[in-house]
């Protein structure tokens, strides 16, 4: 039998290995019929020996090649032996071609009995992984920390991974909230947000397209990315407010209600605006928001214009 394993998502990809040995050595303690073998240790003449060496237990064979189906002439040399052996019909070996990054496998389908391709998620695929890890890790996430979390990792499994760890640690028994993860994930999405509004502040219209069709691209709700775009504007016309009536820097986070380091950066990135700029663009924004909801206008065709005409 023949399993190809490829695709971009490294990390489903490699649960899905690791849950494919985990099953065999469950039923195959001895260990003697597996072998592993990747691109650095990689040698045919090797994977040839066991596959045709007598099992002294009577065990199927598993054998990991890993990472070498691009290798020159692997393909050629290996579905020849195979198809020459009659690998793809022997239930007592299980060859397992698992390749990360993107892969042309059109052809190598036809050859394998069993293939799974591993696409980056996103979207509601993405927010439904995020659901089901939390639960797996004994944690409870409301939708608001779902979107969020989508929004600031994308689709870094291996980031997510650790991320979702951490917030389940953090709150225990007690339900993540947006708060949360706003608190806990650093995020390059809310970098790239703070940065499209400097680029506005600047009136480097090309940059804020570019950074904001940058999280679209990336599988963002652009409904989403809407309200985040909203929220900031909010937060720099709230901090701005009060750095006009003078209120003192330490006291920007009370008064506005957000949290310290919120507040910070959004006060550094306030300087930039005058107030009646900020409430120019909000008004924009709401006016936006009232088109998108009557169905006059799509969210991702006023935002661009609302860039250009800014």
Do not use: C
Not at 97 to 104: N, P, R, T, V, Y
Not at 236 to 245: A, G, Q, S, T, V
């Amino acid at each position: 039998m023949i399993i190809l394993l490829y695709g971009e998502d490294t990390y489903r990809l490699r649960q899905k290995l690791k849950e494919i040995v985990s099953g065999y050595k469950s039923k195959h303690q001895s260990g003697l019929s597996f072998a592993r073998f990747d691109e650095k240790n990689f040698d045919f003449s090797e994977v040839k020996n066991i596959i045709e060496a007598v099992s002294m237990f009577s065990e199927k064979k598993l054998i990991i090649l890993e990472n070498v189906v691009k290798e020159k002439d692997f393909q050629k040399d290996f579905f020849e032996y195979a198809k020459k052996n009659k690998i793809k019909n022997n239930q007592d070996i299980i060859a397992v071609l698992f390749q990360e990054g993107k892969l042309a496998a059109s052809v190598l389908k036809k050859k394998v009995n069993m293939f799974e391709e591993f696409l980056p998620l996103k979207g509601t695929g993405l927010t439904n992984w995020i659901k089901k890890e939390v639960s797996k890790n004994g944690g409870v996430i409301d939708s608001g920390a779902v979107n969020e979390l989508s929004f600031r990792v994308g689709g870094d499994l291996w980031q997510m991974s650790n991320e979702i760890g951490k917030l389940v640690g953090y709150k225990k028994n007690n339900p993540i909230t947006k708060e949360d993860v706003v608190l806990m994930v650093k995020s390059e999405a809310d970098l790239n947000i703070f940065a499209a509004i400097d680029a506005l502040a600047a009136r480097n219209k090309k940059d804020a397209l570019r950074l904001l069709h940058q999280h679209l691209n990336q599988g963002v709700n652009e409904n989403y990315l809407f309200s985040m775009f909203v929220y900031q504007i909010r937060n720099l016309l709230k901090i701005k407010d009060l750095m006009e009536k003078g209120t003192p820097f330490p006291l920007l986070a009370a008064k506005s209600g957000l949290h310290p380091f919120v507040a910070r950066k959004t006060a550094q990135q306030a300087a930039n605006f005058s107030l009646d700029q900020l409430q120019t663009i909000y008004r924009r924004l709401l006016e936006i928001e009232t088109k998108t909801k009557t169905g006059r206008a799509g969210i991702l065709t006023a935002l661009d214009l609302f860039v250009v005409e800014i």
